[in-house]
Nanobody, 124 residues
Framework: QVQLVESGGGLVQAGGSLTLSCKASGRTVSSYSMGWFRQAPGKEREFVVA????????YNIDSVKGRFTISRVNALNTVYLRMNSLKPEDTAVYYCAASPSATYATRSYEYFYWGQGTQVTVSS
């Protein structure tokens, strides 16, 4: 069993930056691909970015390309999401998730473990 705890959310002005952290416990997640999803009010949860277990390759949606960066430190069992140039449309609850797939996963059903989420609010 894997427990995931996100932190680092908050209120930031448009153009600002935040770094989210996702700390895993229960077992090592070095062999898991890790992803970040988000859910805005009144909208469905959407995939944002993922990182593979092996070579650390990443994949992100077009709307965050060049602004969001996912990284992982296996020794700390932690995944990070660096978010730059934030926009009001990035406002959402951000969820960390772990998939047993070695390559990055982009669909929510591929993820077995989920965190409780952290709120990110970007003011205009």
């Amino acid at each position: 069993q894997v427990q995931l705890v996100e932190s680092g959310g908050g209120l930031v002005q448009a153009g600002g930056s935040l770094t989210l952290s996702c700390k895993a416990s229960g077992r090592t997640v070095s062999s898991y691909s890790m992803g970040w999803f988000r859910q805005a009010p009144g909208k469905e949860r959407e995939f944002v970015v993922a990182i593979s277990a092996g070579d650390g390759s990443t994949y992100n949606i077009d709307s965050v390309k060049g602004r969001f960066t996912i990284s992982r430190v296996n020794a700390l069992n932690t995944v990070y999401l660096r978010m730059n140039s934030l926009k009001p449309e990035d406002t959402a609850v951000y969820y960390c998730a772990a998939s047993p797939s070695a390559t990055y996963a982009t669909r929510s059903y591929e993820y077995f473990y989920w965190g409780q989420g952290t709120q990110v609010t970007v003011s205009s």
